[in-house]
Nanobody, 125 residues
Framework: VQLQASGGGLVQAGGSLRISCAASGRTSSRFVMAWFRQVQGKEREFVAAIMFNGGTTDYANSVKGRFTISRDNAKNTGYLQMDSLRPEDTAVYYC???????????????????WGQGTLVTVSS
């Protein structure tokens, strides 16, 4: 499976942005896609995850209520809608995926075998 992320950019605080991650290749019935983000010099952190079959989701507390993860099964594409953006949301966002992840492991980067290239999201104050 290959992942292609897109949609990053510059936005003012309080604004919105949607980033996408297209998956190519064969995916299983338990396919899970996630978003992580990383600021230079800091560890990569979990943002959100979604199971393509059924739509089970999970969010980091820091984005809950502001970010929404979704998917289009027909397009094998996941989305991260980011609203009420804050300067501290500035980071490189990475999409990740796995053919099977149990929900308790959604937030672990080690659960994901496939990674896309990062897309930079910059939120200005």
């Amino acid at each position: 499976v290959q992942l292609q992320a897109s949609g990053g950019g510059l936005v003012q605080a309080g604004g919105s942005l949607r980033i996408s991650c297209a998956a190519s290749g064969r995916t299983s019935s338990r396919f899970v896609m996630a978003w992580f983000r990383q600021v230079q010099g800091k560890e990569r952190e979990f943002v959100a995850a979604i199971m393509f079959n059924g739509g089970t989701t999970d969010y980091a507390n820091s984005v809950k209520g502001r970010f929404t993860i979704s998917r289009d099964n027909a397009k094998n594409t996941g989305y991260l809608q980011m609203d009420s953006l804050r300067p501290e949301d500035t980071a490189v966002y990475y999409c990740a995926a796995s053919q099977s992840v149990i929900r308790s492991n959604f937030a672990s980067q080690f659960a994901y075998a496939y990674w896309g290239q990062g897309t930079l999201v910059t939120v200005s104050s």
